[in-house]
């Protein structure tokens, strides 16, 4: 296992990663991304342990569904390469047993797993393709390069070329894990590729950008100030990827496999964020709403009572996605994809409700609160303290902080973020729809209905 220095050393390794305009040889002391390394970092000395054969918790594979609840928590407190090395981890694991007459590609994959979880590197995943033309599938496209494809066949490999876009951590991590973002049709075989690229490979170009606050006070952004990882604009310039890092290459049937894989995970990882998100939201709301001597008022009261409900379901919908898991072939758990698509689509669909109550509780102070700077100008800062004082004896500073955590998690840089991710993480909500009727019992609803009504099934028929 890798401590924090040493994994900070393996970022010395030539990548070529860049941000606003310029190239970062040295992400640890660079003002943005540092931060982000550093949280990295310490992650890895709070789970290290020494000895050749240890391994990280955060890659193991669970067996069971209570092993599938354990690791939820273990992963919300590490950093979020750790959530996208595991997701990806456990997408290579799903797609092998869903590749059953492919044994070349599914020993590639296990052995690819094993390196990783001995060696303790972290992996991204690159899936959604730069797409030009959307109304044109990859084959059609006037730049056949919108879509990542195989530009060159080896003996000992391929030469891939295009981008991937929305790829959270990928200058922090070690390995990109590429992927089809969609099924192809024949003649888009060049684009059947699945394959993992190290990030230091020649001709891998990474673009950056990133939701962190760029003001030197911090007290303002109490949560992004620490809680940031940039995003990737991946792109491929004619890379070699060696044939041990091939995971299908030209099958087409199998191009969405790796899609529907990884979107189990992703949705896993986001419905389990959606619900301590939604928690987290509830309490704000009741918080500042007794810091506003508003907790007893009647509307307030049913806001923050439909807040609960919302937290409550998104909850109910991750127990049961995991407590009904299915195993794969090899034993390895995973969660129930109805209940999984169902508890995410329900709680993206309905994230800009329950943001909206927290900030009809809170008020226009949200956005418009003086900084924690100002209490300390010998001017007005005992007068911004006295009128920013609220109900049940909150002070103006107590009050204050929470507005700045308020507005920094859902109506700054940051809340944008948390915005579009919660819809997007895994697919849109479109894609939520498919997969829960794909798995729902409509069949025996319908018998339930005929029985219901007291219509034999033959006459229906």
């Not at 640890?28 to 970092?41: E, F, Q, R, S």
């Not at 301590?276 to 009741?286: C, H, P, S």
């Not at 829960?436 to 209905?449: P, S, V, W």
Request: glycine letters at 8%; one cysteine or more; charged letters at 25%.
């Amino acid at each position: 296992m890798l401590t924090g220095k040493e994994y900070l050393a393996t970022l010395d390794d030539g990548r070529a990663t860049y941000f606003e305009g310029e190239r970062v040889d040295d992400i640890p002391n660079h003002p943005i991304m540092g931060v982000a390394a550093t949280v990295v970092a310490n992650c890895f000395d709070r789970f290290y342990s020494p000895g050749a054969d240890a391994r990280s918790p955060l890659m193991g594979v669970p067996k069971s569904a209570q092993e599938l609840k354990d690791r939820i928590p273990l992963l919300h407190s590490a950093d979020m390469l750790a959530h996208v090395t595991y997701s990806s981890i456990m997408t290579l694991i799903t797609a092998a047993g869903r590749m059953p007459d492919m044994p070349v590609y599914n020993k590639r994959i296990m052995a690819y797993v094993e390196e990783m979880q001995a060696s303790d590197r972290r992996i991204t995943q690159c899936i959604t393709d730069a797409k030009g033309d959307r109304s044109l599938p990859p084959g059609k496209q006037s730049d056949p390069d919108s879509y990542c494809r195989v530009v060159e066949q080896r003996e000992d490999g391929v030469v891939i070329r295009g981008a991937k876009l929305h790829i959270t951590g990928a200058s922090l991590g070690h390995e990109l894990l590429t992927i089809p973002t969609k099924a192809m049709k024949p003649g888009e075989e060049d684009y059947a590729i699945a394959c993992c690229v190290a990030v230091k490979s020649p001709g891998v170009k990474i673009v950056n950008t990133s939701y962190a606050p760029r003001h030197a006070d911090t007290r303002d952004f109490p949560i992004s100030a620490n809680d940031h990882c940039p995003e990737g604009f991946v792109i491929f310039d004619d890379v070699f990827v060696p044939n041990e890092r091939i995971f299908l290459n030209g099958e087409i049937k199998y191009a969405a496999t790796f899609a529907h894989s990884l979107g189990l995970w992703e949705r896993l990882g986001s419905l389990a964020f959606l619900a301590d998100e939604a928690d987290e939201l509830v309490g704000f709301a009741q918080l500042i709403a007794e810091a506003n001597g508003l907790e007893r008022v009647g509307h307030v009261k049913e806001k923050i009572s439909d807040m609960i409900i919302h937290a409550t379901l998104i909850r109910a919908s991750l127990e049961a996605a995991m407590f009904n898991c299915d195993f794969g072939p090899d034993g390895a758990a995973f969660p129930n994809e109805l209940y999984i698509n169902a508890g995410k689509y329900h709680g993206a669909a309905n994230y800009n409700q329950i943001v909206r109550h927290v900030h009809d509780i809170s008020g226009g102070s949200i956005v418009t609160a003086p900084s924690i700077a100002d209490l300390e100008n010998n001017e007005v800062g005992a007068l911004v303290r006295k009128y920013m004082a609220g109900g049940n004896g909150a002070s103006g500073e107590y009050r204050m902080k929470l507005f700045h955590a308020i507005r920094d998690l859902t109506a700054d840089s940051y809340g944008g973020w948390r915005f579009v991710t919660n819809l997007q993480a895994g697919g849109g909500l479109y894609a939520q729809r498919i997969v829960t009727r794909r798995h729902y019992d409509l069949e025996g609803a319908k018998r339930a209905a005929l029985h219901a009504a007291n219509i034999e099934v033959e006459a229906a028929e």
